[in-house]
């Protein structure tokens, strides 16, 4: 706010500064959902080239191309990776905006939701000057991932949750694509429904794990 507009303001009734006050508000909020619609968008990406290598890794076990398909499980258990990861980005930051919106809704500890609110605010404009050109704004990747990692973990009320409770390693996942092959070729036409469903299911294993800490 320049000094201008700290002028003009002398001069603003207290309605006008509260309804002004109401809208910052508001368009933060719509801020922080739109971070989070862009998120589900970069998920929903990922998932679609998930499945792609996936498929990719099945057709060549079939063709008994063993080191093209172990190749295709890699990709694909990349794309988990990043799945699980902005999953926890996504939960830690939806906490934040639903915790801010009760804050605001109860009009509870006034002061301590202003600080939180200019928090949030500075907060926002830091991920949003990173998405534009996140290879200069982001120098240290690592201490950032820590950072998310310590809020993730902040947030699990002391449940301790490893990647490979949510994601299968490669080996486990050649064993459900051989098994899949395998229906496939010899099952008569049948689909292996739950095969299918488990190749796209970071989300539900999250669910579940996030639920049993809710409910500590």
């Known amino acids: 706010m320049g000094i201008g507009d700290s002028f ?7 309605k006008e500064r509260k309804r002004e006050a109401a809208r910052r508000l508001r368009r933060a909020f719509t801020k922080a959902e739109d971070a989070v619609d862009t998120v589900n968008s970069a998920i929903r990406e990922l998932n679609q080239s998930k499945l792609k290598a996936w498929e990719a890794a099945k057709n060549a ?19 988990e990776v990043q799945v699980y990861q902005l999953e926890k980005r996504k939960w830690v930051f939806e906490n934040y905006i639903i915790r801010l919106k009760m804050a605001d809704v109860n009009n509870v500890f006034a002061e301590s939701m202003r600080a939180l609110n200019d928090a949030v605010q500075v907060d926002v404009d830091l991920v949003v000057d990173s998405m ?9 990747v690592t201490a950032l991932d820590k950072m998310w990692e310590k809020n993730f973990d902040k947030n699990m009320n002391g449940m301790s949750v490893q990647e490979t409770d949510i994601i299968p390693d490669v080996d486990s996942l050649f064993a459900s694509l051989q098994g899949e092959v395998a229906l496939d070729i010899g099952g ?29």
Request: net charge neutral; glycine share 6%; charged share 35%.
């Open 132 to 140: 534009e050109d996140i290879d200069d704004k982001l120098s240290d």
């Open 188 to 216: 008569g036409g049948a689909k292996n429904v739950s095969s299918k469903a488990s190749v796209n299911d970071v989300q539900a294993r999250m669910d579940a794990i996030l639920k049993d800490s809710s409910e500590k």
């Open 61 to 79: 076990a079939a063709a008994g191309r063993k080191a093209e398909a172990l190749l295709a499980l890699q990709k694909y258990r990349g794309f």
């Open 8 to 14: 003009s303001n002398l001069f603003k009734s207290d």
